[in-house]
C-alpha cells in the first residue's frame, strides 16, 4: 500500500474516532488527543501528521458534518430565490444557526478555532449578499467586516447559548426566538 494511501486510511480512521467521541462526549472540549488516537487505533502523532493539531481534526469532522447538513437544507432554494440579499441572509443564517444549536457539542468544540484560526480567506457566503445588498454604498472591505462580524457573533451567541437564556432570556432551541434572533442582528447591520 502507498504512503498517500495509507495516510487517507489513517485520516479517516482519526475522522471517525474524533467524530464519535465528540457526539458522545457530556464536554466535548475535554476529548483529547490521546482518547482519539485510542478509538482510531493510531499514534496520537498521527493526528500532528494528518491534520496539524487536534483543533484542525475537530473541525474537520465539523465540515463534515456541515457540509452533510447543508446538502439537506434548503441552501439552494434560498440562494436562488428571488428574495433580497437581506433576506437571503436571514434565512442562511438561520438554517446555520439551527444546525449549529443542534450540534452543540461540536460547535462547543470549535469555536474557539472558528475564532482564532479559521482562514479568514475564505469567508462565507455573506460576504457576497452582504456586498449585493449595499450595492456600492459600503467599501469591500467594510462588507467584508460585516459578513465576519455576522458570522463570529452567532457562533459566539450559540456557544453561549445556555447564558442566553439564562441571563438574557433568548432560548436559542426555540426556532421563533432563533429566527427574531438573527433577524434582530441581520437588520442591525444591514439597515
Request: charged share 30%; hydrophobic share 40%; net charge negative.
Amino acid at each position: 500500500m502507498k504512503k498517500d494511501q495509507k495516510t487517507e486510511i489513517t485520516r479517516r480512521k482519526l475522522l471517525d474516532a474524533c467524530d464519535q467521541l465528540i457526539s458522545s462526549s457530556e464536554e466535548p472540549m475535554k476529548v483529547t488527543s490521546r482518547q482519539i488516537a485510542a478509538e482510531s487505533g493510531v499514534q496520537a502523532a498521527m493526528i500532528n501528521y494528518c491534520f496539524g493539531s487536534r483543533e484542525r481534526l475537530i473541525y474537520e469532522v465539523f465540515l463534515r458534518k456541515y457540509e452533510n447538513a447543508m446538502q439537506d437544507a434548503d441552501i439552494l432554494t434560498v440562494i436562488n430565490s428571488s428574495k433580497s440579499p437581506k433576506d437571503k441572509l436571514k434565512d442562511l443564517h438561520f438554517i446555520i444557526a439551527s444546525f449549529l444549536v443542534n450540534n452543540y457539542s461540536f460547535t462547543k468544540a470549535i469555536t474557539g478555532f472558528v475564532l482564532f484560526d479559521r482562514d479568514l480567506s475564505k469567508e462565507s457566503f455573506s460576504y457576497g449578499l452582504v456586498k449585493e445588498h449595499f450595492n456600492g454604498k459600503k467599501t469591500d472591505t467594510e462588507c467584508r467586516m460585516i459578513a465576519y462580524e455576522l458570522s463570529t457573533m452567532m457562533q459566539l451567541v450559540v456557544f453561549r447559548y445556555e447564558d442566553m437564556r439564562e441571563h438574557m432570556g433568548l432560548d436559542l432551541e426555540d426556532e421563533d426566538q432563533l429566527r427574531k434572533y438573527i433577524d434582530m442582528r441581520v437588520d442591525l447591520l444591514l439597515p
